[in-house]
């Protein structure tokens, strides 16, 4: 099962390692070793395949298997909302957390909460989605991201990039265009429309409840549910 590689630039090992020969060497017999690789979206198939010819009938994209997650979160999706916005990734480059700094400079009307700058207990943490209104991301590294729906799960809203595996997993009321968070200085260039977003979301959250129920049922229908995997496990034995 294929999560990351340093076969992905902006992930921390492509960071740390890049293009060494013995990683690349390493990722490749590893994949072709395999009777299968089990992959959780096309993009991440696709960003393997930039750096690797691969054999496509190992190819397997079956989602990840979390099923538990749901009923991990349900005591916190009743909880009463305030105006919280979260940033729930770790503290990275490839996070772009100075944007969501800068975004709570500016919008000193919300409460913006780094979840990786406070100690926080797993309670606390489920306690904090549950009283968001907002997850929000401008990630540029992200094979499957599991916690916008985790704030999905607890109905906070997910704000996440046209790009990476949010390009096909997200319903429409939730993708902005990948150009606003490109890069900081593409931030700035476009912060009063990120900032308007944000607002929107924030000012008319019940609106987009719905949205919510439907975006929660496809990523536990097609994403976060091993069904695939296990049949494809059943039927190859």
Not at 4 to 19: E, H, K, M, T, V
Not at 60 to 69: A, D, S
Not at 118 to 146: C, D, M, P, R, W
């Amino acid at each position: 099962m294929w999560h990351a590689g340093s076969y992905d630039p902006q992930d921390f090992l492509g960071r740390l390692i890049g293009d060494a020969l013995w990683v690349r060497l390493a990722e490749q017999s590893m994949y072709h070793c395999y009777n299968d690789n089990y992959f959780a979206t096309q993009f991440h198939v696709d960003l393997y395949k930039q750096t690797f010819d691969i054999d496509n009938s190992k190819v397997r994209i079956v989602g990840w298997p979390m099923e538990y997650l749901c009923n991990s979160l349900t005591a916190y999706a009743g909880m009463e909302k305030r105006n919280l916005i979260l940033f729930p990734h770790r503290i990275a480059p490839e996070k772009q957390v100075d944007i969501f700094r800068d975004l709570k400079e500016t919008m000193v009307e919300y409460e913006f909460v780094i979840c990786q700058e406070q100690q926080l207990t797993k309670n606390e943490y489920h306690n904090l989605l549950g009283e968001s209104k907002l997850v929000f991301s401008a990630n540029l590294q992200e094979t499957l991201g599991i916690s916008w729906y985790e704030g999905a799960l607890v109905n906070s809203i997910p704000m996440v990039p046209d790009r990476l595996s949010y390009s096909e997993m997200a319903v429409g009321e939730f993708l902005y265009p990948s150009e606003w968070t490109e890069s900081y200085d593409k931030y700035l260039q476009h912060k009063d429309l990120v900032v308007a977003r944000i607002r929107d979301y924030m000012e008319n959250y019940t609106k987009f409840l719905p949205a919510i129920h439907t975006q929660v049922k496809r990523l536990e229908t097609d994403f976060f549910s091993g069904q695939a995997l296990y049949k494809h496990i059943r039927e190859s034995t």
